[in-house]
């Protein structure tokens, strides 16, 4: 493998933990939300009811969001602006789904309702 191929690390300025996730041939720790952003999270969920491989502009903000309210307790400069240009229809998934599962959310099932967080 090339050195231009490898995935570079990108160390958090603040450290609360979290999942390494790769957007691009970048890696950054994504933790938990902090109880402020959780308060604002059922809002911006309802916006993502069915969502699908490609999601609209609107529900592409909302993901942005909020993975920017988790990402910015380890990058606290990191603006909406740049998790939106490293977010793309390859990684969105996986990254917002580390996201959600750090906080107890999981995927409803097809046809199931959506499931309750995990106390």
Not at 17 to 43: H, S
Not at 96 to 101: G, P, T
Not at 107 to 113: D, I, L, M, R, V
């Amino acid at each position: 493998m090339e050195d231009q191929d490898k995935v570079v690390r990108i160390p958090p300025t603040e450290n609360r933990g979290g999942a390494w996730v790769q957007m691009g041939m970048e890696e950054y720790r994504i933790p938990p939300l902090g109880f402020g952003a959780i308060k604002e999270l059922p809002d911006k969920l309802s916006a993502l009811k069915g969502m699908g491989a490609v999601p609209t502009g609107e529900q592409m903000d909302v993901v942005a969001e909020i993975v920017q309210m988790a990402m910015k307790r380890n990058y606290p400069d990191i603006t909406v602006g740049e998790v939106f240009d490293k977010l793309d229809l390859g990684n969105f998934s996986i990254v917002f789904n580390a996201v959600l599962s750090m906080n107890g959310y999981r995927s409803a099932k097809p046809g199931e309702a959506p499931p309750p967080m995990n106390p």
